[in-house]
């Protein structure tokens, strides 16, 4: 891909003379190989690679000729298993290598000192899934290993300058659980049934022996976060029921001085859907005790303790609506 930036003075709202231009290069070749063996009638053998190559040029030709080049290979091999258990309960697990290789944004410091490098890491994950009509799951752990990990922080805070750098090395591991259930209880309709899901992460993510955060938390991402809701189906189809998030504190800085606080959010959703699909009604609201929570964090490398403008609000008490027509 090519691509030429100009930027021009205006004069009486007039374009002027160049003031600056680039031309931006950039090249990617990824390919990808999988194969499943199976050995026998309920175990499967997974084995696969990608190779990925990067070549990426920026090239100043005014006011000042300047030019700068990067290379990145990188070949992510992945081996697992997938073992049907019984009819109901499936087994899998994989060790995968994970490689993402720097932007074009990070070649263009021409004077030397920014010398990003690319990200790559090792994943190992375990986990089962499976189910019946009335109750189904899915439950996976993992551990990765990243090194270069990329870090990104707007500095300084609301300057919209952002600026992207490498951890030495640090660990991910972490606990995804979904649950579902569906039961019939047909108290004011045959076929009426309640439908319950259950959402559940834990993410541990930490600098692994950093020279100056050591073991500190990884910002940006809330250690722990559920969602539960509960739908009564009617016969007919309309449903309807509410819904609960709950987010624990979110760390704001590396230094791991400041967080935002945790919340929990409960909504509604509700809707009609006639059994020819043909339309659906539906309802939703959302936060109805009108907390006031971050929904997201602008990570800064160490706020000390003191309160900083990091954080974007939540929504607040919202209510909306619509129908959705197919044909």
């Known amino acids: 891909m090519w691509i030429t930036d100009k930027n021009f003075s205006s004069i009486g709202g007039e374009k002027g003379t ?7 290069h950039f090249f990617l070749l990824e390919t990808y190989l999988q ?86 890491g090792t994943t190992v ?13 899915e439950l996976s752990y993992y551990y990765a290993w ?16 952002f600026v992207t750098g490498n951890a030495d090395d640090s660990i991910h591991t972490g606990i995804e659980l979904g649950l579902a259930s569906t039961i019939p209880v047909e108290i004011f309709h045959a076929g009426d049934s309640i439908r319950m899901r259950g959402i559940y992460t834990w993410s541990n993510f930490t600098f692994d022996g950093d020279r100056v955060f050591g073991d500190n938390r990884l910002p940006g ?4 976060l559920g969602l539960v809701e509960i739908l009564y189906q009617h016969g007919s189809g309309f449903y309807g029921g509410p819904n609960v998030k709950i987010a624990s504190p979110n760390i704001a800085d590396f230094g791991n001085s400041l967080e935002a606080p945790s919340y929990t959010l409960v909504g509604l959703r509700a809707g009609y859907i006639p059994r020819s699909k043909r339309y659906r009604i539906f309802f939703e609201a959302n936060n109805l005790t009108n907390k006031a929570y971050a ?20 929504q607040t ?8 027509i197919r044909y």
Do not use: C
Not at 18 to 24: A, C, I, P, S, Y
Not at 146 to 161: A, C, H, M, R, W
Not at 221 to 224: D, K, M, N, R
């Open 35 to 120: 194969d499943r063996l199976s050995l026998t009638d309920s175990f499967d053998v997974l084995l696969g690679l990608q190779a990925t190559y990067k070549w990426q040029e920026f090239a100043q030709f005014f006011p000042d000729i300047k030019t700068r080049t990067a290379n990145s290979t990188g070949f992510s091999p992945k081996i697992g298993f997938t073992w049907q258990a019984t009819d109901l309960v499936q087994m899998y697990g994989n060790v995968s290598r994970s490689f993402e290789t720097k932007t074009l944004n990070n070649i263009t410091d021409l004077t030397g000192t920014n010398k990003i490098k690319d990200q790559e």
């Open 295 to 314: 929904e997201s964090i602008s990570i800064t490398n160490n706020a000390g303790g003191m309160d900083s403008r990091l954080f974007l609000p939540g």
């Open 317 to 324: 008490l919202s209510v909306f609506g619509g129908v959705e």
């Open 125 to 137: 994950e375990i986990g089962t899934r499976g189910g019946s009509p009335l109750f189904s799951w």
């Open 221 to 224: 991402v809330p250690e722990h």
């Open 18 to 24: 160049l003031t600056f231009g680039e031309d931006n």
């Open 146 to 161: 990243v090194k270069n990990e990329f870090l990104v922080i707007e500095d300084p805070p609301q300057s919209t300058n």
